[in-house]
Nanobody, 123 residues
Framework: QVQLVESGGGLVQPGGSLRLSCAAS????????IGWFRQVPGKEREEVVC????????YSTESAKGRFTISRDNAKNTVHLQMNNLKPEDTAVYYC????????????????WGKGTPVTVSP
């Protein structure tokens, strides 16, 4: 059974950092693309960044470049999202997902999702 569980969200001041984790079970993260998404109430969910099985990284949110880093811990079957220099506009519920494919590509939409972890950036 495929399962994704996010953790690491919380309240942080602007300029601070958080490290989100996505623990996977039922499949291996080193053979499948994993993406991080975020959603603000009332708005559509947006992709932040995707990591392919070949370690290719695709940033879909321009503001995340240079501040957010995605990485994979194969031993723990976990994908992390290190978020630095957080801004109030980063406030959202963050989700991880997999398309059960090697590549991050629009042809292969995400099919399994975690339940999300909330991130609030506020003074």
């Amino acid at each position: 059974q495929v399962q994704l569980v996010e953790s690491g969200g919380g309240l942080v001041q602007p300029g601070g950092s958080l490290r989100l984790s996505c623990a996977a079970s039922g499949f291996t993260v080193d053979s499948n693309a994993i993406g991080w998404f975020r959603q603000v109430p009332g708005k559509e969910r947006e992709e932040v960044v995707c990591l392919s099985s070949s370690d290719g990284i695709r940033y879909s949110t321009e503001s995340a470049k240079g501040r957010f880093t995605i990485s994979r811990d194969n031993a723990k079957n976990t994908v992390h999202l290190q978020m630095n220099n957080l801004k109030p506009e980063d406030t959202a519920v963050y989700y991880c997902a997999t398309n059960m494919n090697y590549y991050c590509h629009a042809l292969y939409p995400m099919i399994y999702w975690g339940k999300g972890t909330p991130v609030t950036v506020s003074p």
